[in-house]
């Protein structure tokens, strides 16, 4: 195997091979490699954990002559070279007992491969494109969707980002976790034909973020795996074959109460609420949201009732006054994906769940998070707090 490539491009693609190697924790140890082939002016650099799958490709220098060949070389080591090196091009040389021999600028390396028939066979991505997506666009509702799922569950579908697909409609992202939903619509140049559900684990769905460039990315799906293709790279998931749970059926009706208010000032006063009620226990945390005519008042008691916290945020309201009790760690999870601007407070009669979205006609893309009430019965606002017991919205 003889191959002269561009350094920048073989560095960029070492980046992402460690991003999928198995690393100390692999079960094959063969995983914590990578497979380097040179194949048709090609080298093609493979890297797996047995979840997902990296594959990317460079183009070869036009000299010297290439020879075709592969090996298997340890993923870390060769990248932690490459990270120090400088020059224009890298020059690989297979040699006896398959060492390789890599040369940059002025350096050169010797690494002991291992034989190329030992490494898992990667799988080629799904030959018809489900979806064609604006990889920043994808990254994003990722990024954001990300924290709404279960970092740590015993039911493992529900530590995943679901995607589904339904003709007629825009695909759909969903994570899930206890007592909060959340999904959002993404633009897609292809339209969905048929109904298709996807569940990609999160650790996976880390890994998509962090590889994937800007630009198109096609969809394609073949058995048991979801591949994203983009120019010369490909990244491809094992998928959760598990039943997700009908979420959809905990969207509320139309809303009878709209409170539209700064996500900046409510995620400001949430977050001292966040720091006043929290628990040992995540699920434990809980404040009170009174909505009235102009204003949004933020209420919390430490479970230990030595502080209480209390603090109205200006806001327009439409309908009826409510209050709800939610648990603040997930609310403010919650609005914390949204960027600066204007956010909406969705009430419902009963006992339903604050259902949190951008501001009415912002034109923005469509995404909801639905926070679970922890009580239907009127829950007994904290007393307001008089002026020389308050210390920054906290009183003691």
């Given amino acids: 195997m003889q191959a002269r490539v561009e350094f920048s491009a073989l560095r960029e693609a070492l980046a992402s091979a460690v991003r999928a190697a198995g690393g100390k924790s692999a079960i094959l140890p063969i995983t914590r490699g990578v497979l380097l082939r040179v194949v048709d002016q090609s080298l093609v650099v493979q890297a797996t ?48 007992r398959l060492l390789l021999d890599v040369r940059v600028g002025r350096g050169k390396a010797e690494f002991k491969g291992v034989d190329a028939d030992q490494f898992p066979t990667i799988q080629e991505p799904g030959a018809d494109a489900l979806l064609r997506l604006d990889a920043d666009e994808f990254k994003n509702a990722l990024a954001r969707l990300e ?20 003709p007629g409609e825009p695909p759909r992202l969903v994570g899930a976790q206890g007592i909060i939903v959340a999904y959002r619509d993404i633009h897609s140049a292809l339209a969905p034909d048929s109904d298709r559900d996807f569940l990609v684990p999160l650790p996976n769905v880390a890994a998509i973020r962090g590889v994937l460039g800007k630009g198109a990315v096609v969809v394609t799906a073949s058995e048991g795996r979801l591949s994203f293709t983009q120019d010369n790279l490909v990244i491809s998931s094992l998928l959760l074959n598990e039943a997700y749970p009908s979420w959809r059926r905990v969207i509320p009706g139309a809303p009878d109460t709209i409170a539209v208010v700064s996500q900046k000032s409510l995620l400001r006063v949430v977050t001292g609420a966040v720091q006043v009620t929290r628990s040992r226990d995540k699920f434990e945390s809980s404040m009170v949201l009174d909505i009235e005519d102009g204003m949004v008042r933020v209420s919390g008691k430490a479970q230990d009732q030595v502080a209480t916290i209390t603090e109205d945020v200006t806001a327009e309201v439409a309908g009826p006054a409510r209050q709800i009790l939610i648990n603040a760690l997930f609310f403010q999870t919650c609005l914390a994906q949204f960027p600066d601007g204007n956010v909406a407070l969705n009430l419902t009669a009963g006992h339903t769940p604050l259902a949190l979205t951008r501001a009415p006609n912002s034109g923005s893309a469509r995404e909801m998070y639905l926070i679970m009430p922890l009580s239907a019965a009127p829950v007994r606002p904290v007393e307001e707090p008089t002026p020389e017991r308050r210390v920054r919205g906290i009183t003691k």
Wanted: hydrophobic residues 45%.
């Fill in 49 to 96: 954990n047995l979840q997902v799958e990296i594959t990317r490709r460079i183009p070869l220098a036009a000299i010297p002559e290439p020879v075709d060949g592969a090996v298997v070389i340890g993923a870390e080591a060769l990248h932690d070279y490459l990270a120090y090196a400088d020059g224009t091009f890298a020059e690989l040389s297979l040699g006896d």
């Fill in 147 to 166: 924290p709404t799922a279960a970092q740590e569950s015993a039911r493992s579908s529900l530590h995943a980002i679901k995607i589904e697909l339904r």
